[in-house]
């Protein structure tokens, strides 16, 4: 039951569709384009540097790299990434694994220390300048074997796509309720995110937990992210941490934009994905960017945690006019439903009431079940002016 009270928000982000010609909402004004803060140190131009939190022995030209011995960890970092990074060969996750004491690789944590001592094999270190390539030629990629492929971000061609809906600094706290009663509580938040392949991101958070006073029952603390190009409007990286009762999981999927691959369980898995697939919460961020039409479908590809490749169909049904905790708002209301081998499957009837404005916020979501139904509330909402 609570999993299914708790798992209606993250699935609404399965598609969305509500918004608002008045706003109660507390409002941060910022500049047209979002300003992100970062606290890395700058370095001179002048000096190739590593990417941060790597340390290495001098060189004497830039012909004789040494062999790393540490890396600290940074944010939206897999093991995956980075044996790809320092020594240009991923498959050398299990021994950094092992070598570092990580019981599960998928897990690991910005401010972690890895230490590369005893790597059973000649390795590479990667400068900054090979990081990432200067801009040379772009072109777009081509449908060569992901192996063979050598182009970058810095040399593929994605689109700019216009937001105005969000930035960072937004937050949504929501209540999941059953019958009127409270079950739990969910959050959405927009952060600034770090760079990656040399691009911006958004790091979006969502949350998820039972109210106290069910908790000797069944806890819940949930958390989902996802690394959403602040441009592109795509997904790179998705992450699933699941604390529910005696359950817990921590996953990531790296979502590789530049070779169109879907790469799970650190590259044991890899799948074929279709051109700026987005992942289950951001694929609802890019909803909300869109000119949304009453009667019009949009299609959005996305890849699940499960690792299938799935259609999302959302549908805008209606405008309404809905009270919530948050206020009262003119809404856009939206139904997501999933197309997979040809067949239109509604997995539960989803319905969600987007504000009917550019933020198009989501402030009610019903999800129907066996019994009644889910409902996730607004209860108060911090968004950006843009």
Not at 105 to 116: A, C, E, K, R, T
Not at 184 to 196: E, F, Q
Not at 208 to 220: C, L, S
Not at 221 to 236: H, M, P, Q, V
Request: some cysteine.
């Amino acid at each position: 039951m609570y999993r299914l009270l708790l798992s209606a928000l993250i699935t609404v982000f399965f598609v969305t569709g509500c918004a608002v010609s008045r706003t109660e909402f507390k409002i941060i004004k910022v500049t047209p384009c979002p300003v992100f803060t970062f606290t890395a140190t700058p370095v001179p131009a002048t000096a190739p540097t590593l990417k941060p939190g790597v340390t290495a022995v001098p060189t004497e030209t830039a012909t004789q790299a040494e062999t790393p011995r540490e890396y600290l960890v940074q944010t939206g970092d897999c093991l995956w990434w980075i044996c790809d990074r320092l020594f240009g060969d991923p498959t050398l996750y299990p021994q950094v694994a092992a070598i570092n004491q990580i019981v599960n690789p998928d897990l690991i944590h910005p401010g972690q220390q890895l230490q590369f001592s005893g790597m059973d094999r000649q390795i590479r270190t990667a400068t900054k300048t090979e990081l990432e390539p200067k801009k040379t030629q772009v072109v777009q990629p081509q449908p060569t074997p992901a192996a063979t492929l050598t182009v970058t971000a810095t040399q593929v061609v994605f689109p700019d796509r216009k937001n105005s809906a969000f930035a960072p600094g937004e937050k949504l706290l929501f209540s999941v309720e059953y019958f009127g009663i409270s079950a739990g509580y969910a959050t959405l938040a927009v952060h600034a995110g770090p760079d990656m392949y040399g691009r911006q991101t958004y790091h979006i958070i969502a949350t998820a937990r039972t109210h106290p006073a069910f908790e000797w029952i069944f806890k819940v603390r949930d958390r989902i992210e996802s690394f959403f190009d602040a441009r592109g409007l795509f997904s790179w990286r998705y992450e699933k941490h699941l604390r529910e009762g005696s359950y817990s999981n921590d996953s990531a999927i790296i979502y590789d934009q530049i070779q169109r691959k879907v790469i799970k369980d650190n590259g044991r898995t890899i799948i074929e994905a279709p051109p700026l697939v987005q992942d289950v919460l951001s694929e609802f961020y890019y909803y909300r960017t869109l000119d949304i039409k009453i009667g019009e479908t949009e299609t959005i590809p996305v890849v699940a945690d499960n690792g299938k490749i799935y259609d999302v169909l959302v549908k805008a049904i209606r405008r309404e006019k809905v009270r919530v905790p948050a206020g009262e708002f003119n809404c856009i209301v939206v139904e997501p439903y999933l197309k997979f081998e040809g067949i239109f499957k509604h997995q539960g009837k989803i319905h969600i009431w987007l504000t009917d404005d550019k933020r198009k916020v989501p402030v009610l979501i019903k999800s129907g079940i066996i019994i009644g139904t889910i409902d996730v509330v607004l209860r108060d909402a911090t968004v950006v002016d843009r």
